[in-house]
Nanobody, 123 residues
Framework: EVNFAVSGGGTVQAGGSLRLSCAASGYQYSVYCRAWFRQAPGKEREAVAMIDGDGTTNYADSVKGRFTIAKDNGKNTLYLQMNDLKPEDTAMYYC?????????????????WGQGTQVTVSS
């Protein structure tokens, strides 16, 4: 059984920063693509950032230059550093992992999902 410990959400003012962490345990097979998604009330879930097994990263246009995804393979932990936060970043954030490379997995193809952590940015 795969378990996730997700932390780092909270409420900040616009322009502030938060760092999300997603520590995983129990993988039986290697995971390659790891990602952060978010979903705001009334909106569809969207991919925010992803990092592949070789360290290649991709970001949604809306967060480029402000968010940084990183992973610590030794700790099996995924991070999302969020700077210059805006009210439109307010959402529930989820980590996800796949046994496939990022280029081969769609938004619905992730094998594992962590519990959400709420990020609220006030103006």
């Amino acid at each position: 059984e795969v378990n996730f410990a997700v932390s780092g959400g909270g409420t900040v003012q616009a322009g502030g920063s938060l760092r999300l962490s997603c520590a995983a345990s129990g993988y039986q097979y290697s995971v390659y693509c790891r990602a952060w998604f978010r979903q705001a009330p009334g909106k569809e879930r969207e991919a925010v950032a992803m990092i592949d097994g070789d360290g290649t990263t991709n970001y949604a246009d809306s967060v480029k230059g402000r968010f940084t995804i990183a992973k610590d393979n030794g700790k099996n932990t995924l991070y999302l550093q969020m700077n210059d936060l805006k009210p439109e970043d307010t959402a529930m954030y989820y980590c996800a992992a796949s046994h496939r490379y990022c280029s081969d997995v769609g938004a619905d193809g992730y094998n594992y999902w962590g519990q959400g952590t709420q990020v609220t940015v006030s103006s």
